[in-house]
């Protein structure tokens, strides 16, 4: 086993640090957050999401004065990269991490939920774990990155105490990830065993001297490779693995699936393209039949699924299941057209998805219901706003021209056939014509269905009950600045009918909600009429990690 | 066959028996003390392969510490001495499932372990490998050596997971009576 030289008595220095700088602004905003929740009293704790987004804005700036200046190399002994591409997935993750916290304060009020001081900081330290997973240059920071964002959103997935949902989402996610995660760490002991190295480089070079000119895989490496695919297949929630995100996308609280739905893609991702498509490029051989038949599998098997969904929340979630298919159709192809594609792909799914999700947030009731597609009929007429962002970020999901989504999917089945995946590239058009039925059905359920005047109680509901109005009314005005005036439906006993009113709540939506929706509708529209600027910062993002 | 050979292969049958024992004994303090013996048995093993400082560190903090706790939370849920797992499997087809892959599995690890799955490069040892510090400066030495220089941005990156696991524990543990809120 041969270590860098440097390995015995490498001492960091302040340039190392300086490649790092985001992450570390991240976690000190975390921090700051956690012990600012002391001292902060229990009314004005909304201003807690705003120090958190200082953090997060702060982050974006410097990262964006290191794709500028900066000078793009590994930091502590070549444990961690500032590539651009590293730069590009942050940029990413922080928007979504901006636009969760702007979701939140309003969100976390109407929920119930009482620890804000860690709610906010889980949401920094879990971003922090994705910049950390999608720079990773060593399998070991792939690896810590990936159990930091993991158990933060575990966490968080289970943070609504009242609600059943939840704890069940934090308990699934929980076992299910941990169990693929030990399924990643064996992949990754084997492929250190046969290459003898945890740098992405090092492999690289081992792979590309030895397997690959003889084309003789070693079994040991082989059965490296699987075990990790299986461990990305499950982070990604691609088919089969993907039993666990409908109900942790829906169980968990609103605000967090749209941050993890977004930020835990583009990490996994970035990490997967960084392990397979650069460091295991010499060997594509292996391992992208595996990866071929998971993308067919999860282009088809999502979309399908997404179809019989009633519930919009968890149409939604499928939805990120189909989208993690094409996203993999671009690492098959594995050229670097594809990779930038892929990047592409990311930054368009932040924002559309985020945007789907911010509607869903904000239309969703204390009891966490009101999300079916029942309660989306007649929505123009009475949110025109919410409609308006809800149908132009499904447009966007469905691939339509001018959006963003049109542009993700035309770069990577664009990027698919001239990297002779023809067949990858159909099947995607294909399943893309499939998922057009249930983003549109929501559009059509919107904007041309009569609302149902009262509708009845659904059988499954399990709704506490509800605070009587006027505590709920006094919670809401001590609030601060915090406008939530949420007239709370009490929903009683079912054996009483006449008392059953699930009626749409008209609950104001709070203002940080409204600019996150405008911020997420701008760069859907803005990006899909003007693609360029996203397809040169990806095009540069990917010649930085594969040439 | 050498003395080294014997050994591994008894502590081998050791480990698979009693890692199988985990899962099987109904009783879930058999299961945590058959998880010991197999903690135990990879402690040999490390020290088989001549890194003492990981079987001493396998023994104080797995078997020791970790154990420990472990069977003070099983105890505690069951204080009436009611520890097994009772009820009837509700999905018998994976144990098909499970049984037909594993023997996949199992097939292609002991191809690969015949095949000679370590390339030569992997283990090649120069003047800057872990086996020539470990003969310069010892073995514990060389172990703190890598850990707080080349590998201290990981070493690190744990203190942060360290941070959300005690978060966690407070968040998901802790209650509210009704008026603490204001």
């Known amino acids: 086993m041969i270590l860098a030289s440097s390995v015995f008595d490498f001492t960091p220095t302040a340039q190392d640090w300086l490649r790092i700088l985001p992450e570390l602004i991240v976690l000190g905003a975390a921090l700051l957050v956690l012990l600012a929740d002391l001292a902060i009293p229990a009314k004005g704790r909304g201003w807690l999401a705003l120090v958190g987004l200082l953090g997060v804005v702060a982050a974006a700036v410097v990262t964006a004065g290191m794709w500028i200046s900066g000078d793009g190399l590994t930091a502590f002994n070549g444990m961690i990269a500032s590539d651009k591409a590293a730069l590009f997935a942050d940029l990413v993750i922080l928007f979504a991490a901006a636009l969760g916290l702007l979701f939140s304060p309003g969100y976390v009020e109407r929920q119930g939920i009482r620890q804000h001081g860690e709610y906010y900081t889980l949401l920094l330290l879990a971003a922090l774990g994705m910049m950390l997973?999608?720079?990773?240059?060593?399998?070991?920071?792939?690896?810590?990155?990936?159990?930091?964002?993991?158990?933060?959103?575990?966490?968080?997935?289970?943070?609504?105490?009242?609600?059943?949902?939840?704890?069940?989402?934090?308990?699934?996610?929980?076992?299910?990830?941990?169990?693929?995660?030990?399924?990643?760490?064996?992949?990754?002991?084997?492929?250190?065993?046969?290459?003898?190295?945890?740098?992405?480089?090092?492999?690289?070079?081992?792979?590309?001297?030895?397997?690959?000119?003889?084309?003789?895989?070693?079994?040991?490496?082989?059965?490296?490779?699987?075990?990790?695919?299986?461990?990305?297949?499950?982070?990604?929630?691609?088919?089969?693995?993907?039993?666990?995100?409908?109900?942790?996308?829906?169980?968990?609280?609103?605000?967090?699936?749209?941050?993890?739905?977004?930020?835990?893609?583009?990490?996994?991702?970035?990490?997967?393209?960084?392990?397979?498509?650069?460091?295991?490029?010499?060997?594509?051989?292996?391992?992208?039949?595996?990866?071929?038949?998971?993308?067919?599998?999860?282009?088809?098997?999502?979309?399908?699924?997404?179809v019989t969904q009633r519930d919009v929340k968890r149409m939604l979630a499928y939805s990120s299941v189909a989208n993690a298919g094409y996203m993999l159709v671009a690492v098959v192809t594995g050229t670097q057209q594809a990779l930038a594609a892929l990047l592409i792909y990311l930054a368009a799914y932040a924002t559309m998805n985020l945007g789907a999700f911010g509607v869903v947030l904000a239309l969703e009731r204390s009891d966490g219901l009101g999300t079916v597609l029942e309660d989306f009929n007649g929505l123009a007429r009475r949110r025109r706003g919410l409609a308006a962002v809800l149908a132009v970020c499904l447009l966007a999901l469905a691939g339509i021209p001018p959006t963003v989504g049109f542009a993700g999917k035309f770069a990577v089945f664009y990027a698919a056939i001239a990297g002779g995946r023809l067949e990858l590239a159909i099947i995607g058009v294909l399943t893309s014509v499939l998922g057009m039925f249930y983003y549109l059905r929501v559009i059509w359920a919107m904007y041309f269905v009569e609302p149902q005047p009262a509708r009845p109680a659904p059988a499954f509901v399990v709704a506490p009950a509800a605070p009587p109005a006027s505590a709920s009314a006094a919670a809401s005005s001590s609030t601060g600045g915090v406008a939530v005036a949420e007239p709370r439906i009490a929903t009683t006993v079912r054996a009483d009918p006449a008392a059953v009113s699930v009626a749409e709540t008209p609950h104001v939506v709070y203002p940080g909600t409204w600019l996150a929706l405008a911020l997420a509708l701008i760069a859907t529209i803005a990006l899909g009429i003007l693609p360029g600027a996203l397809v040169d910062l990806a095009t540069q993002a990917a010649q930085s990690l594969l040439r | 066959m050498t003395a080294q050979q014997l050994a591994f292969f008894v502590l081998a049958f050791v480990a698979v028996a009693s890692a199988l024992g985990v899962i099987l004994f109904r009783n879930a303090v058999y299961s945590m003390l058959s998880l010991i013996v197999n903690l135990l048995s990879l402690a040999l093993f490390f020290l088989s392969l001549q890194a003492i400082f990981v079987a001493t560190i396998q023994v104080l903090i797995y078997a020791g510490a970790v154990m420990v706790l472990f069977l003070f939370v099983v105890t505690m849920l069951a204080p009436e001495a009611d520890t097994n797992v009772s009820g009837s499997d509700r999905l018998r087809w994976q144990w098909v499932a499970t049984a037909g892959l594993a023997v996949i599995l199992a097939g292609g690890l002991i191809l690969a372990v015949a095949n000679g799955a370590v390339a030569q490069d992997a283990k090649a040892a120069g003047p800057n490998s872990l086996a020539a510090q470990v003969t310069k400066v010892g073995n514990v030495q060389a172990f703190g050596l890598a850990l707080f220089h080349g590998f201290s941005f990981p070493f690190e990156v744990t203190s942060v997971l360290l941070v959300i696991a005690v978060m966690g524990a407070v968040v998901l543990s802790r209650r509210f009576s009704g008026r603490e809120r204001e």
């Open chain 1, 133 to 306: 997973m999608a720079s990773a240059a060593s399998l070991l920071i792939v690896f810590a990155g990936l159990e930091v964002l993991s158990l933060a959103l575990y966490i968080l997935s289970a943070f609504i105490v009242a609600r059943p949902r939840s704890q069940e989402a934090g308990m699934k996610y929980f076992i299910l990830s941990s169990f693929a995660s030990a399924f990643l760490l064996y992949g990754m002991a084997l492929t250190y065993g046969a290459t003898g190295a945890t740098a992405l480089t090092a492999i690289h070079d081992f792979v590309a001297r030895h397997a690959a000119p003889t084309g003789d895989f070693r079994p040991l490496l082989l059965a490296g490779l699987g075990l990790m695919a299986v461990g990305f297949c499950f982070k990604v929630s691609a088919v089969p693995f993907q039993a666990w995100t409908p109900d942790v996308y829906v169980g968990a609280p609103t605000s967090i699936t749209a941050f993890m739905s977004v930020g835990t893609k583009v990490a996994a991702f970035v990490a997967l393209a960084r392990v397979f498509m650069v460091a295991l490029g010499p060997v594509a051989a292996a391992w992208s039949p595996v990866l071929w038949a998971v993308a067919v599998l999860t282009m088809i098997g999502g979309n399908l699924y997404a």
